[in-house]
Every structure is written in C-alpha cells, then in structure tokens.
C-alpha cells in the first residue's frame, strides 16, 4: 500500500511540474503589450516664466525623409506602409554606442510576429556614436511588428540589442 501512495505522489508531482513548465512557455510566447499610441504631431507646450524640469519624451515615429528612420537603443518605432516606396529598401538607424558595434558589420535577425524570419547584416554609420544601418525590402514589411536584435561585439553571454518596429 505505502507503494500505490509513493507513485501517486510521483504522479502529482509530475503533473505540477509539467503544469509550471507549460505556464512559464505560456508567458514567454506572449508578446509584451504596446504602450498606448500616441498622435504623429503635438503641438509646442507654451513657454513659462518659471524653469521646471525637463519632461520624459514619448516614443513617437520621427519625421523622416523617404523611408528613413532613427530607433533609439533599446527603442521602438511606429511607421506607416504607406511612407514606403516600392523598389526603395526602407533605412533603419539604430542607434548603437561605439564601443559595443565593433569595426565590421554587424549581424542582425529580425522576427516578424506572423512568424517570418530574416537574417541579415546592418553596416555601420560613418560617424562616431551614430550606431548601424540596417535595410529592409518594403514588400517584405508587410503591417505588423517586428523585434530586431543586433548582435554587437561585446564579451558577454548575450551581445546584443533589440529594438522593436511596427509597421501600421
């Protein structure tokens, strides 16, 4: 009889871990919820007399020539599919410090929510501080997000960084 209760409670225990198992893979294949959408333009706030401190910028798509745009490290941006021109690769800039981006290229993959894939490289910006280049083909940014992580050249477990675009 203490035999039939041993393997019941094997049992149980077994189930419990499968069942936290399927909980903790349950939540990594949940995206992380967008923050609320804010309007492309806002007007200037009126000047006041007395010096306050500086406010936090929201994260807002930056005006941007013909499908050029500028990411913040660690950042996200929101674009419209209608800025795009066909035939023309849309321009990502991310902004990469100097001393993680190394001297060559550098690899970038980039995992659309649909569940496409695209591996490819980003080349470096001339200036100083100014981070990597990365070009897309704009038949391949259908609407939807995208998580891009660029693999940098730092001596650590994880080198890279990740940025989030989402085409509307």
């Known amino acids: 009889m203490s035999e039939g209760r041993h393997t019941g409670a094997w049992i149980v225990g077994a189930i419990a871990a499968a069942a936290a198992i399927g909980l903790a893979v349950w939540r990594l294949d949940t995206p992380a919820p967008m923050p609320p959408e804010l309007p492309a333009a806002?007007?200037?706030?009126?000047?006041?007399?007395?010096?306050?401190?500086?406010?936090?910028?929201?994260?807002?798509?930056?005006?941007?020539?013909?499908?050029?745009?500028?990411?913040?490290?660690?950042?996200?941006?929101?674009?419209?599919?209608?800025?795009?021109?066909?035939?023309v690769p849309v321009a990502l800039d991310l902004d990469l410090p100097d001393e993680v981006r190394g001297a060559d290229a550098r690899p970038v993959r980039i995992a659309a929510v649909d569940g496409r894939q695209l591996r490819t490289t980003a080349s470096l910006l001339a200036e100083p501080g100014s981070g990597v280049r990365l070009e897309l083909e704009p038949d391949?940014?259908?609407?939807?997000?995208?998580?891009?992580?660029?693999?940098?050249?730092?001596?650590?477990?994880?080198?890279?960084r990740r940025y989030v675009l989402e085409v509307r």
Do not use: C, D, N
């Open 140 to 160: 391949w940014l259908v609407p939807g997000r995208y998580l891009i992580e660029v693999t940098t050249a730092e001596k650590v477990h994880f080198p890279m």
């Open 42 to 87: 806002q007007a200037a706030p009126e000047p006041s007399a007395t010096p306050t401190a500086p406010e936090a910028t929201p994260e807002l798509p930056l005006e941007a020539s013909a499908a050029s745009y500028r990411i913040a490290e660690r950042g996200r941006i929101a674009i419209s599919s209608a800025t795009f021109e066909p035939g």
